[in-house]
């Protein structure tokens, strides 16, 4: 499975779009990429998953670029509530294949 | 839809005792399930896949005579913790694959066990 590489750590104030870069250089091509979000002592839920160049749903938007070698994760006017720590992950067949989870981004908002 | 449950959300056993954790899935049929563990300010960590009537497949360290997985239907497993240890101590989160759907794994809420 592809190794993704996050920033430990992201700090944003309300009202503030968050974008959130994953490099992953060994991106296959039967890989997609997924995003999860974690709040302490919670499991991950799913934010968005893409293959390709934009996807949107009403949680955030996914920029890929043409090569895949990396991935953004778009949070839009974040909130005190967004403060989690947030994965990317990159897998073949996501539902059905052990997830390879990195360090993540904490991402910390500030009033 | 695709909710998964963990049962108990929190234990607190002695050690040297065993303990029980369940993952259901509560409105869908899971044909594969995973547990993780996560220890305080780190990532999950894979232990095992478990499969609907089969043997788990356990991750490179992981004692599948200690981490006991059973997988006896298509809405529950279970992860047995057997003689537990306080460095057992851990965040045990599960994870479901929706037998209809290929696209994303459903998460449980976690279970948090401390071994005294």
């Known amino acids: 499975l592809a190794k993704t590489t996050q920033p430990i750590s992201m700090d944003s104030y309300e009202g503030q779009e968050v974008n959130i870069t994953c490099s992953h250089n060994?991106?296959?091509?039967?890989?997609?990429i997924t995003w999860y979000q974690q709040f302490p002592s919670q499991g991950p839920r799913f934010i968005i998953q893409?293959?390709?160049t934009k996807v949107t749903n009403e949680v955030a938007s996914l920029f890929i670029p043409a090569d895949r070698k990396s991935s953004t994760l778009s949070l839009p006017r974040v909130s005190l509530s967004d403060t989690a720590v947030y994965y990317c992950l990159v897998a073949p067949n996501p539902g059905n294949t052990p997830l390879v989870f990195g360090k993540g981004t904490r991402l910390s908002v500030i009033a | 839809g695709a909710v998964v449950s963990q049962h108990p959300s929190r234990v607190i056993c002695k050690s040297g005792t065993s303990v029980k954790i369940e993952c259901r899935s509560l409105d869908f049929q899971a044909t594969t399930m995973f547990w993780y563990r996560q220890f305080p300010k780190q990532s999950l960590m894979l232990m095992a896949t478990s499969n609907e009537g089969s043997k788990a497949t356990y991750e490179q360290g992981v004692e599948k005579d200690k981490f006991l997985i059973n997988h006896a239907s298509l809405t529950l497993s279970t992860l047995t913790v057997t003689s537990a240890h306080p460095e057992d101590s851990s965040f045990y989160i599960c994870?479901?694959?929706?037998?209809?759907?290929?696209?994303?794994?459903?998460f449980g809420p976690g279970t948090r066990l401390t071994v005294t």
């Open positions: 893409g293959y390709k």
């Open positions: 060994n991106i296959a091509t039967n890989d997609y």
């Open positions: 994870s479901a694959k929706h037998r209809d759907r290929g696209d994303e794994q459903y």
